[in-house]
């Protein structure tokens, strides 16, 4: 069974940072993309950022020279290094990773989110 647990969100003044970590764990055959998303109140979950097998990236234009997205195969970790934050970046931030489990088909999984609140 695959888990996705993330880590490192948290409460900061505008203009802080923050580093977001999210760990996959399991029988894990492969990894391919992964990514972070995030939620304001509301429906819709956009897109911040992703990073592909051949490490490119593609970053939402809300966050292009803020964030940086980087990944870790070994730990079968993504990051999200985020700079300059603004209140508007407050939201809950999930990460998504496409993996393929030991005998099971590739898939993509969601981690439990982690709270990111920016204050003025």
Known sequence: QVQLVES??????AGGSLRLSCQA???I???????????APGPQRELVAVINSDITTNYADSVKGRFTISRD??????YLQMNSLKPEDTAVYYCNVRLR?????AANYWGQGTQVTVSS
């Open 8 to 13: 490192g969100g948290g409460l900061v003044q």
């Open 25 to 27: 764990s399991g029988s």
């Open 29 to 39: 055959f492969s990894s391919s993309a992964m990514g972070w998303y995030r939620q």
């Open 73 to 78: 195969n070994a730990k079968n970790t993504v």
């Open 101 to 105: 489990p030991l005998g099971l088909p």
